[in-house]
């Protein structure tokens, strides 16, 4: 069974809070060193946002997180700035400060469109890199510099270029979990909400039955067999999505009589195979709330369970837990500091900037369509690994 990633912030062994990563007193104090407290007016204030999360905070817990709450969202009008937060963001995060909500490719969308000054990425590097490229005159912080991504820590913009060499002329499709530099070589990116449509896509333009997908070589062979396009792909991996089998599925289904499994396309194909649904977070979201399962297990970063519950209040989530380290650097008073400071300001060389936005230009230029589900059920398709 899926279990904990090692962390460097002390996740309990065994625990199954991602809240656990930093913790209620790590927020009380975090709080408190910065001079805020839980007053009668904080707790009016932020009284309808508990509603929304009551579902994984305990009502004795809120006064630890609604200083913080309460602060960000002052500072947020003040400044004229917007938090983006990605499905995998703990709740007090996703459901209490962020003001987009979603999965890679509906926060590119509106790091676009936004009129905000100041981007906060609550979310991962690539991602606010992603925002940034998108919105080069705003101001777009990261709360943690150091929340990465291995699949975005598998390849460099050297790599991409040799790749080039070795098979000219055709199409590279990069998904956005990659660094400015590599999406600054690439003829188009995609996310897990449209990897299928936008190598159909690259195919069709380029005329060829071969198309490049980097950097994740599950995702790379879970669209091959969605499309028996012919992949040319790397070996970038997930870390957190790498580690669920198809033997979890038979042991969650054995436990779990009549539960639904849902997947996260960066799954090995196996787990692909042997689960009833697979798609982006914004897709497995969507599956949950118009479906309505009994019960149902999300294959992927364990904050997801806990924020699609909000939407889905009868809905039985089984939950086991694979965090994700990056991910969880985000904290509230990570996020305070940032706006209270204007600091971790990511930038990008302006050569770099132009060529990134015309790969990820194109993609958002595609025409909008629902997230697209993966087949499940399918026998694993081979790709040519470079
Ligand atoms: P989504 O595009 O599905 O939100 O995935 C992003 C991600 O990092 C998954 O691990
Ligand atoms: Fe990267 Fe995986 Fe974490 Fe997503 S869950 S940010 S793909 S390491």
Not at 326 to 350: F, S
């Amino acid at each position: 069974m899926a279990r904990i990633i090692d962390l460097p912030l002390t996740a309990g062994e065994g625990s199954c809070d991602p809240r656990a990563v930093h913790g209620t007193w790590g927020a009380l104090d975090a709080a408190q060193r910065r001079g805020l407290a839980y007053t009668p007016e904080v707790a009016a204030e932020t009284a309808p946002l508990y509603e929304r999360v009551k579902h994984v905070i305990p009502a004795v817990e809120w006064p630890a997180y609604a200083p913080l709450i309460s602060a960000i969202n002052k500072m947020k009008r003040a400044k004229n700035a917007v938090i983006l937060a990605h499905n995998y963001m703990t709740s007090e995060i996703f459901h209490c400060v962020g003001d987009f909500r979603g999965d890679s490719l509906q926060l590119a969308r509106e790091a676009a469109e936004t009129d905000a000054e100041i981007i906060v990425q609550a979310g991962v590097h690539f991602m606010a890199e992603t925002s940034k490229v998108l919105a080069p005159e705003k101001k777009v912080l990261i709360p943690d510099m150091r929340a990465g991504c291995s699949l975005a820590a598998s390849i460099t913009g050297a790599d991409v270029r040799l790749i080039k060499q070795r098979y000219p002329g055709v199409p590279v499709v990069t998904y956005v979990n990659t660094s400015a530099d590599v999406k600054a070589e690439s003829d188009i990116c995609c996310t897990s909400s449209n990897a299928a449509a936008v190598v159909e896509w690259a195919a069709r333009e380029w005329k060829t039955d071969r198309v490049i997908l980097l950097p994740d070589e599950y995702l790379a062979k879970n669209v091959a067999a969605q499309t028996g396009i012919h992949i040319i792909a790397w070996h970038g991996r997930c870390e957190v999505h790498e580690r669920f089998t198809a033997e979890d599925i038979a042991e969650l289904r054995e436990a779990h009589p009549g539960v639904i499994v849902l997947a996260h396309p960066e799954c090995p194909p196996e787990v692909m195979a042997a689960a009833d649904f697979a798609g982006s977070t914004a897709a497995l979201q969507d599956y949950v709330v118009e479906k309505q399962p009994r019960k149902v297990v999300l294959l992927t970063e364990c904050s997801m369970s806990d924020n699609v519950a909000q939407y889905a209040p009868n809905v039985d989530f089984v939950r086991p837990c694979n965090l994700c380290p990056h991910m969880k650097r985000i904290t509230l008073e990570g996020i305070y500091d940032a706006l209270a400071e204007m600091k971790h300001e990511v930038t990008i060389p302006e050569n770099v900037q132009v060529r990134a936005k015309l790969a990820i230009q194109r993609m958002l230029d595609l025409p909008k369509e629902k997230p697209r589900a993966f087949a499940t059920g399918r026998p694993p398709v081979a790709v040519e690994l470079v």
